[in-house]
């Protein structure tokens, strides 16, 4: 069954958005929220239906479950087809751009009758728009940049959503058609790449079977067109929350299957490289398999492993295919030992009910130690400043610290640690006095405001305070939305290094911040680093996948990721920086 949870999401973001352009925050608020609980549910919403849970989840009010209910039962949800009359459809997709919002194109609506993308982007450009009072050139040059993002944005989807496209298409074909004998996803998807343009997967199958795989793949319920069908291979176009995805699929024999999945996952610099290296030594390679040049004798491709031994090298992980170095380390027999999933012992950036998380801190901690089985779990919740997030003042956060010794003895054991995720002030100051960051297990340091400004100054300061445990995603990008702010990366990680700081990667789907190149980076300098999901519902724990992906994919090992480690080993590390700059060493 289609998880529905996604395209829910979907309308009550577009709710969100028109109650922002007609100046209702307060329902504009409750909708997004909704959205984001809905969308990273751990099980399909029909079924909290089903089991008579739907009006227990926390945040989901009356008004809007009624609404999920109608969205069951009917397909639609008439509020909503309402709604959709009071705004231009395509203003619909663009207040969360940067440079727009709900204000500025409600302006532009009022006063230059503008109803549609195409007279909007007219009007940037012959300087319409630049006239009206509080607009300028700056502003209109990051609209336009706004627009080119969202464009790019619409080509390629995020990794997290590609997986569960993928997995839900991987096992409608497996759990229906017992003649496939093996299926993968390949691509940019296998090599765990932020953004997705198409989806590829391959299938091993005899030849009498081919025909009624290929039929039963166009025939899904998300195939809007079929653009090639063939015993061999078929491309389709599907739907999926309105947008356009294309899928290949290709059946291969058993014996060509892994010189198939080392051709279709690239990437295609990778597959240049190694066919070089195959060239030199009397080989070629293509999707069927390995082959002496002179004889044509076919001497592997079956598995992916004895495609790159038969040219002398080791296995690559498909994170790391990208022609970085990794040919050349295969060759020396040099690769990396690459983290994995099973390695993380803990999530270290966590919100609350107290700040601007949906559960309560012993509903988050049940849920851990039950689905994770984690050693610790750092509660980090938002400081003052992040009013729009219910940010913390030092009184509420002393409160936060005596709840979390009451549920740990309720427990047994000290399971939950106490943090903070502290915003760096414009100046490079903290949000909490030394004297509050002291009494925490760990802080999470970072910057939510400021973003066009280099912000390089406050993130070293930050870095200075003896209580700075970790910089949160540091360049604060947002995929497909928000370009990392201006911040001198290096000198970053060289001041972690010297100061005993880590950096984060965060997993959330659409910052994955750190990047792969910076990881990579902080890998080879020495540098510390941690994997939070940065959770504000149950459902975003499962995105420590991605978190590792991406350390994966900048060459990190398992030593280099401190939620690898025990507690203890933690608690090392905060108290070796306390020392260090003279900060007061944790005793409890």
């Not at 031994?309 to 994170?319: H, L, R, Y």
């Not at 750092?378 to 400081?383: C, E, K, L, P």
């Not at 005596?402 to 414009?426: A, P, Q, R, Y």
């Amino acid at each position: 069954m289609y998880n529905i949870n996604k395209d829910l999401a979907n309308i009550f973001k577009k709710m969100a958005a028109i109650y922002e352009f007609l100046g209702d925050r307060y329902r504009a608020m409750a909708y997004q929220r909704a959205a984001h609980i809905i969308e990273d549910l751990p099980d399909d919403v029909r079924n909290y239906i089903l089991s008579g849970k739907l009006y227990e989840i926390k945040g989901i009010g009356p008004s809007i479950a009624s609404k999920i209910e109608e969205y069951v039962r009917t397909g639609k949800i008439q509020k909503y087809e309402e709604l959709k009359k009071q705004v231009p459809e395509d203003f619909i997709d663009l207040i969360d751009l940067p440079g727009f919002g709900p204000k500025t194109l409600r302006r532009i609506y009022e006063e230059l009758g503008i109803k549609t993308k195409e007279e909007l982007v007219k009007a940037l450009k012959d300087g319409r728009i630049e006239q009206l009072p509080g607009f300028g050139p700056k502003k209109v040059e990051n609209m336009l940049k706004g627009l080119q993002m969202y464009e790019l944005s619409k080509r390629r989807i995020l990794l997290w959503e590609a997986l569960q496209i993928s997995r839900y298409l991987v096992d409608k074909l497996k759990s229906s058609l017992k003649e496939i004998k093996e299926i993968e996803v390949v691509g940019s998807v296998r090599r765990r790449k932020e953004t997705i343009g198409d989806l590829d997967i391959l299938v091993i199958a005899e030849d009498e079977d081919r025909m009624k795989i290929m039929d039963y793949f166009t025939s899904l319920p998300e195939v809007d067109e079929i653009l090639v069908k063939g015993p061999k291979k078929s491309s389709v176009i599907m739907k999926f929350e309105g947008k356009e995805r294309q899928v290949d699929l290709r059946i291969f024999k058993k014996e060509e299957w892994g010189a198939a999945l080392q051709y279709f996952t690239g990437s295609k610099q990778h597959n240049v490289h190694l066919r070089e290296i195959a060239k030199e030594k009397g080989l070629k390679i293509n999707e069927y398999g390995v082959y002496k040049v002179d004889t044509n004798e076919k001497i592997a491709g079956e598995t992916e492993e004895s495609v790159y031994n038969a040219v002398g090298m080791d296995w690559i992980p498909p994170e790391l295919r990208e022609d970085r170095g990794e040919i050349e380390a295969a060759l020396e027999h040099k690769l990396p030992k690459l983290v994995e999933l099973k390695d993380i012992k803990g999530d270290m950036h966590v919100h609350s009910t107290w700040s601007d998380g949906v559960n309560s801190i012993k509903d988050i901690a049940e849920f851990i130690q039950k689905k994770y089985k984690y050693e610790y779990v750092v509660i980090t919740d938002h400081s003052k400043s992040q009013r729009v997030a219910h940010g913390l003042d030092e009184e509420r956060i002393l409160k936060e610290i005596e709840e979390v010794k009451m549920l740990n003895k309720m427990m047994g054991w000290d399971f939950i640690k106490i943090g903070t995720e502290v915003d760096i002030l414009l100046d490079g100051s903290l949000d909490f006095p030394d004297e509050i960051l002291a009494k925490l297990d760990w802080v999470v340091a970072s910057v939510h405001s400021h973003f066009n400004r280099d912000n390089t100054d406050r993130i070293l300061k930050a870095m200075e305070n003896p209580y700075v445990n970790v910089i949160g995603h540091p360049t604060g990008r947002l995929i497909g939305i928000r370009d990392p702010y201006p911040v001198d990366m290096d000198a970053v990680i060289k001041k972690a290094k010297e100061t005993g700081t880590a950096l984060e990667i965060n997993a959330q789907p659409r910052r994955l911040d750190l990047n792969d190149i910076w990881i990579r980076k902080a890998v080879e300098e020495g540098v510390t680093l941690v994997i939070s999901t940065d959770s504000h519902n149950l459902g975003n724990f499962a995105y420590m996948e991605l978190g590792v992906s991406q350390a994966r994919r900048g060459w990190a090992e398992k030593k280099d990721i401190l939620n690898t480690r025990s507690w203890k080993d933690i608690k090392q590390f905060v108290n070796k920086k306390r020392k260090k700059l003279g900060g007061v060493v944790q005793t409890h």
